[in-house]
């Protein structure tokens, strides 16, 4: 049986951005820390298509969000969603979740 490829994404806590002012920065050494794998998908697909990227398994162009724990935060909410958040020098802006993700309350960037 054919298994899709694992990819290694950063995932985020929210309140380590909204701790950071939007602007996160992490050390090469501290963003296994921040690291998940993700099966294969249409929209990684997509993005080896327009980088050109078919080799590495880390995708730099999408971060998870967890947003669990800060239905409280409306405001902070507000702009990640309105202005999206800076990591490592690379700004990022909401693309979509799925229902798994509304669900858990994460958010896709």
Request: hydrophobic share 40%; charged share 25%; glycine share 4%.
């Amino acid at each position: 049986m054919f298994a899709p490829k694992l990819y290694k994404v950063n995932k985020i806590p929210f309140k380590h951005i909204i701790k950071s002012d939007f602007y996160v920065s992490v050390e090469r050494e501290e963003n296994n820390l921040y690291t998940v794998r993700q099966q294969d998908n249409m929209l990684f697909r997509q993005i080896r298509l327009i980088t050109g990227d078919c080799t590495g398994i880390y995708n730099p162009w999408v971060i998870f969000v967890d947003c669990n724990g800060c239905k409280s935060k409306e405001a902070d909410m507000r702009r990640l969603v309105h202005d999206g958040f800076m990591f490592n020098g690379r700004h990022y802006v909401i693309s979509e979740r799925s229902a798994s993700m509304v669900r858990q309350f994460i958010k896709f960037y």
